[in-house]
Nanobody, 125 residues
């Protein structure tokens, strides 16, 4: 099964940018739909963005649409989340997730069987 490791989190000021990466190993990355979720303290894990196996289909939550961009590099087994114009409410632990049915782009945690450990993003006001 696939293993996922996130990187790229950190502390940034309001209006700043960060690029998260998720490196996959252990299976054929190109068959997977990949997603990003986030979880703030005291809150549930919420959908951020997802991308299908070939990158031709993406979905975003309304709260990040127009500010975040998900992309993937299948030869490098990585998925990225470019985050711009960050806001304090974007502060959360960000998780990479994988679903082996690459044709379906799920937006709920139940759609994904494989998860990384998360990377913390903190946006200061």
């Amino acid at each position: 099964q696939v293993q996922l490791v996130e990187s790229g989190g950190g502390l940034v000021q309001t209006g700043g940018s960060l690029r998260l990466s998720c490196a996959a190993s252990g299976d054929t990355f190109s068959v997977y739909t990949m997603g990003w979720f986030r979880q703030a303290p005291g809150k549930g894990r919420e959908f951020v963005a997802a991308i299908n196996w070939n990158g031709h289909t993406t979905h975003y939550s309304d709260s990040v649409k127009g500010r975040f961009t998900i992309s993937r590099d299948n030869p490098q087994n990585t998925v990225h989340l470019q985050m711009k114009n960050l806001r304090p409410e974007d502060t959360a632990n960000y998780f990479c997730a994988a679903d082996r049915d690459g044709s379906v782009v799920g937006i709920t945690t139940a759609d994904y069987a494989h998860w990384g450990q998360g990377t913390q993003v903190t946006v200061s006001s």
